[in-house]
């Protein structure tokens, strides 16, 4: 089974461009999460999707980060304008909605923003 | 805001020794897991524990879930080198939503 696809591994931006990372979940998981990681902490949850609707969006700072999620399958998250302090590996991860909760993550990507 | 703090958030140890790595907070979970992260990748889930008191062992570690599923622990026995890495605790919110608070992160570093 495939797991967790995220594209691009790595970007380099300058501060106040825009990028955008794309997310390609396990198939048939019906919830998909975008998580940020600061270097050295835990994730930080910042949109959950529960097919293609938004269930929690708490933590996204909504001025300059955006998501969706394409008919309930792939997603994609933007930042425009990135901050310094938008640097950070930006994880996607995956899971089958119901009471068993495991997530699947990819493998992420690294952002610097100089 | 549910926290988890987990400690100690760093700690070097000798191959063979025993740690034990702490997840607490204040508020309750439906459940708790525990994932390792190895650098550039993503976390990888080790166990999912949903019972208070439960305990669940995988190979030599071990995991416990409080009696009031507030906290837990990871206890790994006889640590090896590939037991290096970001040791993450996540709980789920009772409200159904299945959204995860992760905790700080413990990393452990195993020497040769």
């Known amino acids: 089974e495939a797991g967790v696809a995220q594209s691009p591994r790595y970007k380099i931006i300058e501060k106040r461009q825009s990028v955008a990372f794309w997310c390609n979940p396990i198939s048939g998981h019906a919830t998909l999460y975008w998580y940020q990681q600061i270097l050295g902490q835990g994730p930080k949850l910042l949109i959950q999707f529960q097919n293609n609707g938004v269930v929690d969006d708490s933590q996204l700072p909504k001025d300059r980060f955006s998501a969706e999620r394409l008919k309930g399958v792939d997603s994609t998250l933007k930042i425009q304008p990135a901050k310094l302090e938008d640097s950070a590996v930006y994880l996607c991860?995956?899971?089958?909605?119901?009471?068993?909760?495991?997530?699947?993550f990819g493998p992420g990507t690294r952002l610097t923003v100089t | 805001t549910q926290l988890l703090e987990q400690s100690p958030q760093f700690l070097s140890i000798q191959e063979g020794e025993n740690l034990t790595v702490y997840c607490n907070s204040s508020s309750v979970f439906s459940s708790l897991q525990w994932y390792r992260q190895e650098p550039g990748e993503g976390p990888v889930l080790l166990v999912t524990?949903?019972?208070?008191?439960e305990v669940k062992k995988l190979k030599r570690l071990t995991f416990q879930f409080g009696d009031a599923r507030k906290d837990s622990s990871l206890h790994i026995t006889a640590a090896q080198p590939g037991d290096t890495g970001l040791y993450l605790c996540a709980g789920a919110g009772t409200s159904g939503t299945y959204k995860y608070i992760f905790g700080t992160g413990t990393r452990l570093k195993v020497l040769a």
């Open positions: 524990v949903v019972t208070g008191g």
């Open positions: 991860a995956s899971s089958e909605a119901g009471p068993s909760y495991e997530q699947y």
